[in-house]
């Protein structure tokens, strides 16, 4: 949801749901967009001597026990197989570890049928005990697992039905199940048991394209090839995957990241906005560009006067000029967002666009909008007070990042525009969450991103005050919205849902969605090929070729 | 001597502890964050939020948390990482190695420029040499590491092509650009500390008595007017392997290298408690360290000084 800044970057394979700000890196399997350019049909047979591809993850190193680690990123997902994976298109799930699932008519609970003869990377075999095992470790309270937030909160138990067979049961319908489960990390049990979290941690026993050969923390990890990968369905070659060995470096520094991308030490990474020219000029890179389902947004503490008021809220809406804010913050490569869900997101409705549009762009219209309730500049110094004869001065807290700056002094200078006066607080991403949580700030500006529309349940449901809720939203006519949205299977009817709180939240404006940037990612077009990619920018490692 | 250097340990043993102490009651009273919201991630509701800090320990009260650590550290168990699970102490270890290697390399790199650059500058003082030198000194001493770093990048990695992007504290070439990012300040603050302590060396009489004995320039100036230049340069030396501990933060950072400043600043970013504490720990008994060794070196250079 929110972003995440420094820590490890969610990304998934797919698209998992990124956390705050998506990181539009990922390199794992899917990612970022790309109209499928055919790159140049190259020979793919390996050179001799094991073929390597490297990559980097700009999240810090944080643990990789898939029970104590809630961020999720390339280095997981290229161990921890998903059980199924998107299409391309992001429109369906193919079976990886299962080959068939079924929803009960009532939706509360959904039957599972896994692939036969799969076996963890340790032999030991993959079977609805194990399944289950690890659907428990996730439910464990007592255990209290990061990564098990959602399950537990959706799911109340697993059953066994035969050696392949497994059902999960849930509390409410749960539209979001098969996304969730689609990057949920299982590990082998045996394995788990056998070597604990600490040890476990160094070795990653489970099934997906990759094995772990070494954990060197906050430096690498090298992964080898797992032959008996079974691949993901909609590759162009499902079940090879095409590089002998896969090093993945731990490097934070943005500026660092693109450097080593332009000498070659990495074969593969996201591009900052400000080295897209850069990469575009180099003939060695391909850039894949691609919407992002990120949003980033200006958000209030909706329990902190002024912003308690509805009109406040609105007239700050309509003061604001995206575009000023693309063309600072992001050289006008970002897409201008009115509506909360981000241009990727599975939920997006362009119409929602226009909606919001009708109540965006005119601070004249904020002016009088203030004017009328009473927010008056009364001392002719530009500032206006409110009917308390108070000043419009609030603070506007951000993490520190160059881009969420420059967001946020464009901001400042559109407000202070219509007579609102702002201070920027910089802070970082802990402290952003802690005093997002606990209410103790006045503006903010930041973003969150998932692939599916339940994102706004985190942002916005009122059990959700004190964590993810930053906008501190206590609506409960908004809470029955989301559950409809939440609990609905039927596309047509979830979509419908979805466009209502989407147009809820245009008309109460308890936060301000701004931009939704692209996703861009180079590639080292010398050193290694990619098949296709899906809308998102993301590959599958089968369809990943090394270039002689 | 002996004395002396017990006393010494002892002070650097309580100021070690004092020094963590103050760290382990600051980062939890007055430096805003929580590490608890960051490891629940983004997706937990405020009830995991409260599991989870129950499981790490950090609802207890501050004395009993410190009290807990302190029994803890003193059986060698640092805690573990909250983000990593980890033992701190396996994490600090891993670390320690490549922090010493880039401090020690740096130190060398500027050593070995800062006396030669002090020494030359100094001779031929007033000079175009010296000119050009001092210029060199008063730029390189003034810019920022990170900026050093990124431009080495830039020139030697990307444009020349020549040298590795990332640091790697085990081959030459890829501790060659860290060790210079960080080393060229202190070389250049240490050409200026030389060339004026030189100066006043080499105006002694003494000196000119060396050379109207006729003894070789050379031995002058190394043997008789350097070695008594020292004194004040070891003591900034010294000094100067602190700053290289500190700015080996920024450095490892620019560079991808897993060592100290990594550690201490991922600890930080996330408020990871017992990150934090260890890295402060030995970062501290290595600065205490080197200024013993620096007081007992003292005795070495100028013979005047006793620690009786």
Redesign the interface.
Known sequence: ??E?E??AAPAEEEAA?A??EPEPTKASAEEEPAPTEEPAPTEEPAPTGPTRITLVESG????L?PF????HATPTFAVFGPMWDYSLDLKEFGGIWVESWEFAEDALSATFKLKPNLKFTDGTPINAEALKWNFDMYLD?DL?S??G??I??FVSSVDVIDELTFRINLIVPWAMLMDELSWKEIASPTAYETLG??EY?QQLISYGPWIVKKV????SIEYVRNPDWVGVPFAEDPGDVNFDELLI?????E??VY??L??G?IDYAPIPAQYLQQARDNPNIEVVESDGYDTYYLGFNNTFYPFTEEGVRQAIAYAIDREEINLIAFEGEANLLYQPLGTANTGYNPEMEEYGMQTSNDPEMAKVMLDELGFVDSDGDGIREDPNGDKMEYELMFPQDPTRQRIAETLQSQLRNIGINTMLVVV????M???T?EGSHQMITWG?AMLTPDITT?IFRS??????NRNHVNDPYLDSLLDAQDQQLDPVKRQEATDAISEYLIDHRFHVPLLSPKYYNGYRSDKIRIAQFNILGGFYWDDVYPVQ | MVNFLIRRLFTTLILAVALVAVVFIMLRTIV????I??????????E??E??RI?QGLDKPLHIQFFIFVRNALQGDLGN?I?????VTD?VI??YPVTIRLTIYSFLFSMTLGLMLGVITSYYHDTWLDNIMRIMSVTFASVPTFWLG?ML??IF??WL?VL???GDMLSLEGLLLPAISLGAGSAASLARLVRASMLEVLNTEYVRTARAKGLHEWGVVVKHSLRNALVPIITIAGFQIGGLLGGAIITE????L?GMG??VI?GI???DYPVVQGTVLFTAFTYLGVNIIVDVMYAYVDPRIRYD
């Open positions: 949801m929110e995440p420094e820590e749901p956390e705050e810090g190193y944080t643990s026990d104590t680690n809630a961020w309270p209290a990061p990564g937030g959602t537990r909160e979290p600490e941690a060197t923390p906050d430096v470096k731990y490097v934070t520094d500026a660092v450097a080593m332009e000498t030490e970082d991403a802990t402290l969450r802690q005093r949580a969150y985190y059990s959700r005050i004190g964590a993810s | 805003p964050g929580d590490p919201q960051t490891l629940a991630g983004d997706f937990a509701t405020p995991m939020i599991s989870l499981k990482s983000f990593t699970g980890l033992p994490r891993g670390a990124l990048i830039l990695a990307v092509d590795p992007v990332q950072n620019i560079f991808g897993a990594t550690l991922n970013t996330s408020r």
